[in-house]
């Protein structure tokens, strides 16, 4: 059966993620030991314990179809959003010149529908998150106040989001590329960070929280000479020193503002601090450092691992994470990069990845039971040439290939390997 929520904090167990399918004996009995109870979620249960949700079709909300009645704003949203995206697909044929011919898109699943939804809907609000951050970014440079109400809100709507589909969201964020580092890595963080909140079990407004300071965290670099932000070299111990005071800028510009949330702000002052007290401003070490700074200071990482940068290449989210693997215990704690790792996956959603037969294809939704066995559209036969009639796999169900062996995931490819752009299969 699976368990989807414990009566304490998932941090406090030995348990690598939230939710769990009990499938042993010493599952169950370490379970028992740690909690008084639990709620299981039979929908995501297998084998006998498995049983269908229950629709309430009495529900008032619901209209003739069965369908929930949404808000006018909400339907004027996504009628806006669509525009949105269909301007994104008009510029995309623009600036791509490497392209897969002849491949269809597909949309039919029930998954995707969700995410497509999902997408379509939170499309705008991501859209006035980064034209929020520019205006911020202006009236720093004319030394006037940041709307940080309206970032807030915004930052809140994200979160909702991240509550009903954090795979959308996340997906977003790939969608959402510009050639602006700044505003891509804050808008990433905020993600990232509200996607880890909520997998380990904080609460909304701690969700929240780390939204914005993933959000405003950097806004102090505006304050830092681009020559030095952009050295393709190692930095020399002058520079270093003129760039770690951002952190410092930034709270002196988010403390001008009356009342401005104290938790926010004591995750921006500690998020490069360290496990191993190697970080700054202050050197905290260990347990000395918050909970959520620690998370955000993960997040930071492995966003920025991501991303190209002047100075470095973007590398893969496999990749990423195995040198945040290799920083267990000493530039982080052990327990957050187990449980950061079970929430984000190897294979996060829009990863291009080879399988055992050969095939090359798309992660297209994640299983919340077995985060490295996802679903995945097929797009490239095992001779690399185009499927033309792809198919969806769910690695959790064990298909097999033409071997007869169970379908496995051997690597996570760069982006545009092989002349694929997985975002040509969202925007559709």
Known sequence: MFVVDIDRPWTETPFMMQGLLLENVEQLRALQHYCRSVTIDRSRSVGDQYSAKFIDKDDPRRGADGALRQHPDIIESRIEAQRFLKVAREFKGRIHTT????VPRVRSEEGRSRIDSELLYCAPIVDDVYRALREARLAIDDDAAIDVARLDGLVGEMAAGVQRNPDALLWLTRLKRTDQYAYDHAVNVSVHGMVFARFVGLSA???RQLGLAGLLQDIGKVQIDYEVLSKP???DEREFEHVKAHVSNTLKLLQAHEGFDAEVLGIIAAHHERFDGTGYPRGLAGMKIPLAAEMAGIVDTYCAMTRERVYREAVSSQRAMETLNQLRNTLFRETL??????CIGLYPIGTLVELNSGEVGVVIQ??????LQPRV???LAPDKSVERFPRTLDLLMQ???????PYRIVQALPLNAYGIDPNDFFLA
């Open 99 to 102: 392209r897969l011919p002849h």
């Open 205 to 207: 407004n701690q969700v």
């Open 337 to 342: 990069i187990d449980q950061f790792l079970q």
């Open 366 to 371: 994640q299983n919340q039971v077995r985060r």
């Open 399 to 405: 298909p097999e290939t033409a071997d007869g062996a």
């Open 377 to 379: 559209l097929v797009l």
């Open 233 to 235: 070299g190692p930095l």
